[in-house]
């Protein structure tokens, strides 16, 4: 009997990891990966690159994939759920599968960006935001609209690289609110001290290439506005019918599989995971990673005719860099809620910097031996207590 073949459609953090567990597995697979890009992009290093403090956050795919994976470099147009494709953009022949995972990933937020505002969603909207920086006059004005932990970063980022500018960072909200007192204290104290101006309790309303205009009227001129307040996923699961959410996510049950598809199942950013075990998730490298390699768990067992095991993800920590020498390590519980205890500063930096990088020797250890990656456990759902 030939081998029984697994496609996954996305190459990102949760995809690779998956894809490597698979590979490993003692199971004989046929694995492919079906990716737009050639390379692998470091997500968590985009805010670096688009200040030009980091050349690329591409990295080689055979540097970080099974050299027993099939690499498929097209775009996914269809999911054929009843016949088992994936059909392609291209128009090459369609791919059947015994199981799929979808791990698409998330894109800059949707419906499109304001006018005249610069994307902050993947590697190419990075680099035209870091090429119309190094065009700027000294003392134009920068603008981040989201202080997310995206926002917070960037603005950071671009204010060390470029103290001539003036950087501006937007929040709908209390910038750093959802830290610990010291956490929140320690992120703002060095947003200022590079120069940073806070708005708080914003909503931009409009962008109209020169000025920012907020849900109360007030008019903020801006040489440069990057739109970091959110990302959306592709439509791809709604366009081949699949059960989705508002937001265009597939639906997965608590072992990640399809309710209507057993052998589809999701991972990372694209995907509802149900409240009990997935109400606290957040989208996130430290979600993404889980994730894939649970579904990867779930798609053994079902081939094996198990039942899979129902998700259980936490956190242990929240790393922010605030700028190259500088961080936060914010100590948080299961549920991703901010305790007291929080590193800052230069060692927070550099610890920010060494789960960057064992975030893909995480990934690679995978390729070495099947199974090795473990994740903290999730917060014990309510009906359990």
Same mark, same amino acid.
Request: with cysteine.
């Given at each position: 009997?030939?081998?029984?073949?697994?496609?996954?459609?996305?190459?990102?953090?949760?995809?690779?990891?998956?894809?490597?567990?698979?590979?490993?597995?003692?199971?004989?697979?046929?694995?492919?990966?079906?990716?737009?890009?050639?390379?692998?992009?470091?997500?968590?290093?985009?805010?670096?690159?688009?200040?030009?403090?980091?050349?690329?956050?591409?990295?080689?795919?055979?540097?970080?994939?099974?050299?027993?994976?099939?690499?498929?470099?097209?775009?996914?147009?269809?999911?054929?759920?009843?016949?088992?494709?994936?059909?392609?953009?291209?128009?090459?022949?369609?791919?059947?599968?015994?199981?799929?995972?979808?791990?698409?990933?998330?894109?800059?937020?949707?419906?499109?960006?304001?006018?005249?505002?610069?994307?902050?969603?993947?590697?190419?909207?990075?680099?035209?935001?870091?090429?119309?920086?190094?065009?700027?006059?000294?003392?134009?004005?920068?603008?981040?609209?989201?202080?997310?932990?995206?926002?917070?970063?960037?603005?950071?980022?671009?204010?060390?690289?470029?103290?001539?500018?003036?950087?501006?960072?937007?929040?709908?909200?209390?910038?750093?609110?959802?830290?610990?007192?010291?956490?929140?204290?320690?992120? *703002? &104290? =060095?947003?200022? $001290?590079?120069?940073?101006?806070?708005?708080?309790? !914003?909503?931009? %309303?409009? #962008?109209?290439?020169?000025?920012?205009?907020?849900?109360?009227?007030?008019?903020?001129?801006?040489?440069?506005?990057?739109?970091?307040?959110?990302?959306?996923?592709?439509?791809?699961?709604?366009?081949?019918?699949?059960?989705?959410?508002?937001?265009?996510?597939?639906?997965?049950?608590?072992?990640?599989?399809?309710?209507?598809?057993?052998?589809?199942?999701?991972?990372?950013?694209?995907?509802?995971?149900?409240?009990?075990?997935?109400?606290?998730?957040?989208?996130?490298?430290?979600?993404?990673?889980?994730?894939?390699?649970?579904?990867?768990?779930?798609?053994?067992?079902?081939?094996?005719?198990?039942?899979?095991?129902?998700?259980?993800?936490?956190?242990?920590?929240?790393?922010?860099?605030?700028?190259?020498?500088?961080?936060?390590?914010?100590?948080?519980?299961?549920?991703? *809620? &901010? =305790?007291?205890? $929080?590193?800052?500063?230069?060692?927070?930096?550099? !610890?920010?910097? %060494?789960? #960057?990088?064992?975030?893909?020797?995480?990934?690679?250890?995978?390729?070495?031996?099947?199974?090795?990656?473990?994740?903290?456990?999730?917060?014990?759902?309510?009906?359990?207590?």
């Amino acid at each position: 009997m030939s081998p029984r073949r697994v496609v996954i459609i996305g190459a990102g953090y949760a995809g690779v990891m998956a894809a490597n567990r698979l590979a490993g597995s003692k199971h004989e697979l046929q694995v492919s990966v079906i990716n737009p890009v050639a390379d692998f992009v470091e997500r968590i290093r985009l805010h670096e690159v688009a200040a030009g403090s980091r050349p690329t956050a591409a990295v080689p795919m055979k540097s970080v994939l099974s050299g027993r994976v099939d690499f498929v470099e097209e775009s996914a147009s269809r999911i054929d759920p009843v016949n088992r494709r994936v059909h392609f953009s291209s128009g090459r022949a369609p791919i059947g599968y015994d199981g799929l995972l979808y791990a698409v990933g998330s894109g800059q937020a949707s419906p499109g960006l304001p006018d005249g505002a610069y994307g902050f969603g993947d590697a190419g909207s990075a680099a035209r935001f870091r090429a119309r920086l190094t065009r700027l006059d000294r003392g134009a004005t920068v603008s981040i609209v989201g202080a997310g932990l995206t926002g917070v970063e960037l603005a950071a980022e671009v204010a060390q690289q470029y103290p001539q500018l003036r950087v501006r960072l937007l929040s709908r909200g209390l910038i750093a609110g959802d830290l610990s007192g010291s956490g929140t204290q320690a992120v *703002r &104290a =060095r947003l200022a $001290a590079l120069g940073v101006e806070m708005v708080e309790n !914003a909503e931009v %309303q409009r #962008c109209d290439g020169s000025n920012l205009i907020t849900s109360d009227g007030v008019t903020l001129p801006s040489d440069c506005t990057v739109w970091a307040a959110g990302f959306s996923v592709p439509h791809l699961a709604r366009d081949s019918g699949l059960p989705t959410d508002a937001e265009g996510r597939l639906i997965v049950d608590e072992s990640l599989s399809c309710p209507d598809y057993p052998d589809i199942f999701g991972a990372g950013d694209a995907v509802r995971v149900p409240d009990p075990v997935g109400r606290h998730l957040r989208m996130s490298c430290a979600t993404a990673l889980p994730l894939g390699a649970h579904a990867a768990d779930s798609i053994i067992a079902r081939l094996e005719n198990r039942s899979p095991a129902p998700l259980s993800a936490g956190y242990m920590f929240r790393c922010i860099s605030l700028g190259r020498r500088s961080g936060l390590i914010q100590t948080v519980a299961a549920d991703d *809620r &901010a =305790r007291q205890f $929080a590193v800052r500063g230069r060692l927070a930096g550099l !610890a920010k910097e %060494q789960v #960057c990088r064992m975030t893909l020797s995480w990934i690679r250890s995978e390729i070495r031996r099947s199974g090795s990656f473990r994740w903290p456990r999730g917060p014990v759902p309510a009906e359990a207590k």
